[in-house]
């Protein structure tokens, strides 16, 4: 059975690969309010994760999961980039392996919140109580 490693796409990442083959492999999560990209990987790169990142494993739906944020911040990167999920991209990112490797031990230490634009609840923290 073929693993794969699920990217969730934000406003950002979805404008990145708009336009590409790449869009065409978008699913959808939880009906449609959440998009993924399920991002196959072969034996030699999975071997590679889960011997690289300890903490990684693969869950009942196939998914290799418990990856560090930077694996996927740099996958996502390196899809968009070669505009395709296939090898050329996956090499990428193993060649990428001692930056991951250090990203991942700052995220054991700190791990920042994601940046995003939260001023529409803020707005409405201000009148919390809405007429009806």
Do not use: C
């Not at 693993?3 to 796409?9: D, M, S």
């Not at 690969?17 to 009906?31: Q, Y």
């Not at 996502?76 to 990428?96: P, Q, W, Y």
Request: net charge negative.
């Amino acid at each position: 059975m073929a693993h794969f490693v699920a990217i969730l796409l934000d406003d950002k990442r979805l404008n990145a690969i708009k336009g590409t083959e790449v869009e065409e492999k978008i699913v959808d999560l939880f009906g449609g309010e959440l998009k993924a990209l399920n991002i196959e990987m072969p034996e030699e790169a999975e071997k590679w994760i889960m011997e690289a990142f300890t903490s990684s494993r693969i869950d009942t739906r196939g998914a290799i999961t418990d990856v560090p944020v930077a694996f996927n911040r740099i996958l996502f990167e390196e899809v968009a980039k070669h505009k395709s999920m296939g090898k050329e991209a996956l090499d990428a990112v193993i060649s990428r392996a001692d930056e991951i490797k250090e990203a991942a031990a700052k995220e054991a230490e700190y791990l920042p919140p994601p940046d995003i634009d939260i001023s529409d609840v803020e707005e409405l923290q201000k009148s919390p109580y809405q007429k009806p």
